[in-house]
């Protein structure tokens, strides 16, 4: 019971980390960020350009969509131009799968201590650059605790029981990607703690790839909630994000096997591989609805539009 009290408290020491990271990087940049989408996106490989960079940038896919739903709902953004923005998300937020990857443990005390001093300071910049430092120093002592608790938290009987649930069914894989992200409602959250049980050996790489499709769906909640009360072009755009998730994970669903076994390939660490199968996937599904997006947008306005209209 204590290590999987423990196992949350580092759950929640991510999510923490990763919020006061993104809000660093959102309050140094965000009006940036906000005239960079609205310029950049008269063409949807522009937009995915855009969306890939700022992603990146704020570490959070879910930010983005919900910037992109706020410039749609005050008019400076069409639905159609917001599918490019899209595809560049899920291609963005992988970025911060490869990073926390890296051993930095030497780091981690230094840039927690830096910032709790710059947070601190007066000057607003500098507090936004002390969030980045802890928020920073957070999302990677949480990852080294996901992995030395994903040993003993496997011995708990209804941890060891869901693991084999997991390893033993790939549907149950995704549905518990997609339902535990939406809870946390952060897709790198759960992708941590899947690298977590990966690197202790208790999870299968082909349950691993699975998770993560999950969670690539289950990441859209936010997209979803923030558009209630945004109009109809904001909706049209939350629809999309669902849509365009579902569709990637079911068309990559067939192969999950051959994916586990070419991950080897890619790295020696089964997270790296993880990380590396996270950033070939969303590039790859982005690419392939890239030269669709138009007739793409113009298929969710068919299914929901009558929706949006009644």
């Given at each position: 019971?204590?290590?999987?009290?423990?196992?949350?408290?580092?759950?929640?020491?991510f999510?923490?980390?990763?919020?006061?990271?993104?809000?660093?990087l959102?309050?140094l940049?965000?009006?940036r960020?906000?005239?960079?989408?609205?310029?950049?996106?008269?063409?949807?490989?522009?937009?995915?350009?855009?969306?890939?960079?700022?992603?990146?940038?704020?570490?959070?896919?879910?930010?983005?969509?919900?910037?992109?739903?706020g410039?749609?709902?005050?008019?400076?953004?069409?639905?159609?131009?917001?599918?490019?923005?899209?595809?560049?998300?899920?291609?963005?937020?992988?970025?911060?799968?490869?990073?926390?990857?890296?051993?930095?443990?030497?780091f981690?005390?230094?840039?927690?201590?830096?910032?709790?001093?710059?947070?601190?300071?007066?000057?607003?910049?500098?507090?936004?650059?002390?969030?980045?430092?802890?928020?920073?120093?957070?999302?990677?002592a949480?990852?080294?605790?996901f992995?030395?608790?994903?040993?003993p938290?496997?011995?708990?009987p209804?941890?060891?029981?869901?693991?084999?649930?997991?390893?033993?069914?790939?549907?149950?894989?995704?549905?518990?990607?997609?339902?535990?992200?939406?809870?946390?409602?952060?897709?790198?959250?759960?992708?941590?703690?899947?690298?977590?049980?990966?690197?202790?050996?208790?999870?299968?790489?082909?349950?691993?790839?699975?998770?993560?499709?999950?969670?690539?769906?289950?990441?859209?909640?936010?997209?979803?909630?923030?558009?209630?009360?945004?109009?109809?072009?904001?909706?049209?755009?939350?629809?999309?994000?669902?849509?365009?998730?579902?569709?990637?994970?079911?068309?990559?669903?067939p192969?999950?096997?051959?994916?586990?076994?070419?991950?080897?390939?890619?790295?020696?660490?089964?997270?790296?591989?993880?990380?590396?199968?996270?950033?070939?996937?969303n590039?790859?599904?982005s690419?392939?609805?890239?030269?669709m997006?138009?007739?793409?947008?113009?298929?969710?306005?068919?299914?929901?539009?009558?929706e949006?209209?009644?």
């Amino acid at each position: 019971m204590v290590y999987l009290l423990l196992f949350l408290l580092f759950l929640a020491i991510f999510i923490a980390g990763m919020t006061l990271l993104r809000k660093g990087l959102f309050q140094l940049s965000a009006s940036r960020m906000k005239n960079w989408l609205t310029i950049m996106t008269d063409t949807p490989i522009k937009g995915l350009i855009a969306g890939t960079v700022v992603t990146a940038l704020l570490h959070s896919s879910s930010a983005v969509m919900v910037l992109t739903i706020g410039l749609i709902s005050a008019g400076l953004l069409k639905f159609s131009q917001s599918i490019g923005i899209i595809l560049g998300s899920n291609i963005g937020t992988t970025f911060t799968l490869e990073i926390i990857t890296f051993n930095i443990d030497a780091f981690i005390v230094p840039l927690a201590v830096i910032g709790a001093v710059l947070m601190v300071a007066r000057n607003k910049t500098w507090q936004n650059l002390g969030a980045i430092s802890f928020g920073i120093a957070a999302v990677f002592a949480a990852m080294r605790g996901f992995t030395f608790l994903a040993d003993p938290v496997t011995s708990l009987p209804v941890v060891e029981q869901a693991l084999a649930n997991l390893n033993g069914s790939h549907l149950i894989s995704i549905a518990t990607g997609t339902i535990v992200t939406a809870l946390i409602q952060s897709s790198t959250a759960m992708t941590g703690i899947i690298m977590g049980f990966l690197a202790e050996g208790t999870l299968r790489m082909d349950s691993a790839v699975a998770a993560m499709l999950g969670a690539n769906i289950g990441t859209c909640i936010t997209a979803l909630l923030a558009s209630i009360g945004a109009g109809k072009e904001a909706r049209l755009t939350a629809y999309a994000h669902v849509w365009l998730n579902i569709a990637g994970a079911a068309a990559f669903y067939p192969f999950i096997d051959q994916i586990a076994e070419i991950a080897p390939l890619t790295a020696a660490r089964p997270e790296v591989q993880l990380a590396h199968i996270s950033v070939v996937y969303n590039i790859i599904a982005s690419l392939l609805v890239l030269p669709m997006a138009e007739k793409f947008g113009r298929m969710i306005e068919f299914i929901h539009g009558k929706e949006e209209r009644s």
